[in-house]
């Protein structure tokens, strides 16, 4: 089955520019999808296909995608930013696949 | 404003059966794919399935498949997992999730399964 690898934690300080990267062999045909979970709150989309922001999303979130890997960057990290972070795309059924998560700490 | 309210989660013994549901409010199922994703106890998020918007698609992860189906009702703008031969692998918190063009961009709270004897 197909699979999204995703680092456990990444980790930085407030103000710091944060990187959680995704891998998978698809990603070149495929869209990337990042969502945001803060705890006990409800799932965010952060950015879809790839590097688009939604509205609502503060522009210090970015997406981009190159070659296996897509790459979420939250530039100058805030504490509020803390949270469990999942790529997702599709597959070759085109069915969702979500990576492990990445656990994100700002102190 | 849309909400989705997930219920019939409980404790189920190992083989039996159990069906959740979705109430949606705010919008119309029709109008919308509708997905069940949920969450292991420390571990990540997971796909279940989805119908898509006018009910024709369905599909199901694999470790789901033929055991698991998901419906609604249009009449009760409800969502459905009816899920059969539990194992313990299925214990999580079940999300009914709607989707928009692959956003999934709306949540509900969850509704807890476990399965144990």
């Known amino acids: 089955s197909y699979e999204l690898t995703q680092p456990p934690s990444v980790s930085v300080s407030p103000g710091q ?20 979970r803060k705890s006990g709150q409800a799932p965010v989309v952060v950015i879809y296909e790839d590097s688009k922001r ?26 509020e930013d803390e949270g469990d972070y999942y790529c997702y795309s599709t597959d070759s059924s085109g069915n969702p696949v979500f990576g492990g998560g990445t656990k994100l700490t700002v102190l | 404003q849309v909400q989705l309210a997930e219920s019939g989660g409980g404790v189920v013994q190992p083989g039996r059966s159990l069906r959740l549901s979705c109430a949606a ?14 969450q ?13 918007s006018d009910g024709r698609n369905k599909f199901y992860v694999d ?23 539990l194992g313990a692998e299925d214990t999580a918190m079940y999300y009914c999730v709607q989707e928009s063009i692959w956003v999934f961009d709306h949540w509900g709270r969850g509704t807890l399964v476990t399965v144990s004897s």
């Open chain 2, 40 to 52: 292991a106890p420390g571990k990540g998020l997971e796909w279940v399935s989805v119908i898509s």
């Open chain 2, 63 to 85: 470790s789901v498949k033929g055991r698991f189906t998901i419906s609604r009702d249009n009449s009760k703008n409800t969502l459905y997992l009816q899920m059969n031969s």
């Open chain 2, 25 to 38: 409010s705010g919008f119309t199922l029709r109008s919308r794919g509708m997905h069940w994703v949920r």
């Open chain 1, 17 to 36: 520019t944060a990187r959680i990267t995704c891998s998978g062999d698809a990603l070149p045909k495929k869209y990337t999808y990042w969502l945001q």
């Open chain 1, 54 to 79: 939604p509205s609502g999303i503060p522009e210090r979130f970015s997406g981009s995608s190159s070659g296996t890997m897509a790459t979420l960057t939250i530039s100058g990290a805030q504490v």
